[in-house]
C-alpha cells in the first residue's frame, strides 16, 4: 500500500503537460480558436507526439477542448448547463419541449430492466425512443422502457410504433399518479447507436442517468438517458431550472 | 455533417473488440478474478497489443476492469451507489457521519469561487477539506468553500486550522438558516492532490459534484466534490438514500 501511495503522488509527464497547456488555453486562446498541430505543439513543450496526445485527450475529456476530424482540435466553449431529476412528481415528457419524442417499439428489455420493472425476463415492454436537443445541440439520448401494466389505456386505434406510437404511450403513461423518482448518475460510453444520436464515435465518455418512475405500487416505467460527457454540465437542486454560473464548476479546483 | 454522420456509425476495431470482451467477462470471469495478461488476451483475440489496450481502457472506464499495478487487470465490483444532493435544506457535515472533515484553511480561494460566493478576489475564505469513505473504500474527497461573513461566530478560541479547526467552521455554518441549494455533476479528471486522497493517478476520470448553498440572502458556501468515477454511482432522488438496484444502470443499455 505504501508503493502505491508514492507512485499516486509521482505526477506523469503528460499530466504536467496537461497543466501547462490548459493554462495557455487561459491566456492565449479564445473559445473556438484552433489549436497549433500536433508536430508544432510536440515541438513547441519539447514532448513526444504521444505525450502531448496524451494532455490533449485529457484536455478534452475534461471539456476545455473540442477535436474534429477534418477541422482540428478547438477550444471548447463552457459545459452546457442540463437540468435533470429536478421536476418532483413529473412524469417524462409531461409538458416537457425539452425532450423529442423519436420512436417506439415493442420488445423484450435488457434483463437488468426487466429486473428493475418486475417485469417477466421474456415480456415484451414498449420501448420509447427520445432525444434531447439544447442549443442546437444533441445533448442525450433517452430510452424509456414501459411495461404494458403502466399504459392500460392503449388501444389498437393507437399507433403502435413511430413517433406517434411514442406519443402515444407517454400520453397514457401520464395518467398514473406518480409517487416517486429515483436516479442514478454514472460514467459510461457512448454505445453506437447513442453515439450517431449524440453525433459522437462510439466509445465517447457519457453520464448516464437512470430513473426509476414509481407509483405507491410498482415500478412505472425506467429511464436511461445517456448525455455527452464532454458538453454538459448535469443539474439539479431546489429550483430546478436554476442554472450554475457558467464555469463556475470549471474553476473551482 | 454527412461525412461526419457516416464515420460516427463505423465501430472502432477496439469498440468491437470491447464488446467481445464485455461478453466474455459475464460468462467466463467472476468479480475479483484477474485476467490473462495482455500478450496471452491480443492472441486469444487475434488484436494487436495497442488495439487490446484501448479496449481494456475502454472497459476500465465503464467500471467494469480495474486495473493495478503490480496486481494487474481484475474484473471490478458492481459500482458503490452514494447518496448526493439528497437531503433538502441541509448543511453540509449536520449530522452526517458519511463526511470526515481532514482540515481548514484560510486562502484566497480560485477567481470562480470568489465569483460564485460574492467575495472579493483577494479576500480569503475559509477552506474544509472532507473525505467520504464508502465500504472501506475513499470514495470522493470535497473542498468547501466558507466565506468569513458565513461564519461571524468563530471566535478566536477556535482552532485556526486542522480538524478541530475543520469542525469549527462546520458548526458554526449550521447556525444559518438554509433556504436553497443547487448542484451540478460533470466529468473531470483528478488533480494531483485529489488523486492521492482518492488512491487514484492524477488524471483519473472523476465525477465533480459542485453544490452551492444559500440563505435568503446570499450563498453562504460553495462546496467541490470529487468523486471517483470508475466505482461510484451517484444518487439522488425522493426518497434520500434510496439506491439503485446493484447492475441496474449497468445492464440497462
Redesign the interface.
Known amino acids: 500500500m505504501g508503493?502505491?501511495?508514492l507512485?499516486?503522488?509521482q505526477?506523469?509527464k503528460?499530466?504536467h503537460l496537461?497543466t501547462v497547456l490548459s493554462e495557455a488555453l487561459d491566456s492565449e486562446f479564445s473559445v473556438g480558436e484552433i489549436l497549433p498541430n500536433e508536430r508544432d505543439l510536440a515541438a513547441r513543450f519539447g514532448v513526444a507526439r504521444a505525450t502531448l496526445r496524451q494532455a490533449l485527450e485529457?484536455l478534452e475529456?475534461?471539456?476545455r477542448l473540442q477535436r474534429?476530424?477534418?477541422v482540428g482540435t478547438t477550444v471548447a466553449p463552457p459545459?452546457v448547463?442540463v437540468a435533470v431529476?429536478t421536476r418532483?412528481?413529473a412524469w417524462p415528457g409531461a409538458a416537457d419541449a425539452a425532450w423529442q419524442p423519436v420512436d417506439s417499439t415493442r420488445a423484450t428489455p435488457?434483463?437488468?430492466?426487466a429486473?428493475?420493472l418486475g417485469t417477466g425476463r421474456d415480456e415484451p415492454v414498449h420501448t420509447v425512443r427520445r432525444s434531447r436537443v439544447s442549443q442546437d445541440q444533441p445533448v442525450a439520448a433517452e430510452?424509456l422502457y414501459v411495461p404494458a401494466s403502466s399504459v392500460p389505456g392503449l388501444t389498437t386505434s393507437d399507433a403502435p410504433s413511430g413517433e406517434a406510437g411514442a406519443r402515444a404511450v407517454l400520453r397514457e403513461l401520464r395518467r398514473l399518479t406518480l409517487a416517486?423518482?429515483?436516479?442514478?448518475?454514472?460514467?459510461?460510453?457512448a454505445?453506437?447507436e447513442?453515439?450517431?444520436e449524440l453525433?459522437?464515435?462510439?466509445?465517447a465518455?457519457v453520464?448516464?442517468v437512470?430513473?426509476?418512475y414509481a407509483t405507491e405500487s410498482a415500478t412505472a416505467a425506467?429511464s436511461?438517458a445517456?448525455y455527452r460527457?464532454?458538453t454538459?454540465?448535469?443539474?439539479?437542486?431546489?429550483?430546478g431550472d436554476?442554472e450554475?454560473?457558467e464555469?463556475?464548476?470549471?474553476?473551482?479546483?
Open positions: 508503493t502505491t501511495q507512485e499516486a503522488v505526477e506523469p503528460y499530466w496537461r485529457q475529456l475534461e471539456g474534429r476530424r477534418g459545459r448547463g431529476g418532483r412528481h435488457p434483463p437488468a430492466v429486473e428493475a430510452l416517486r423518482q429515483e436516479s442514478a448518475v454514472e460514467l459510461g460510453s454505445r453506437t447513442e453515439a450517431r453525433d459522437r464515435l462510439p466509445g465518455p453520464l448516464v437512470t430513473t426509476r425506467l436511461v445517456t460527457a464532454d454538459c454540465r448535469l443539474t439539479f437542486g431546489d429550483a436554476v450554475f454560473h464555469g463556475a464548476a470549471a474553476g473551482a479546483r
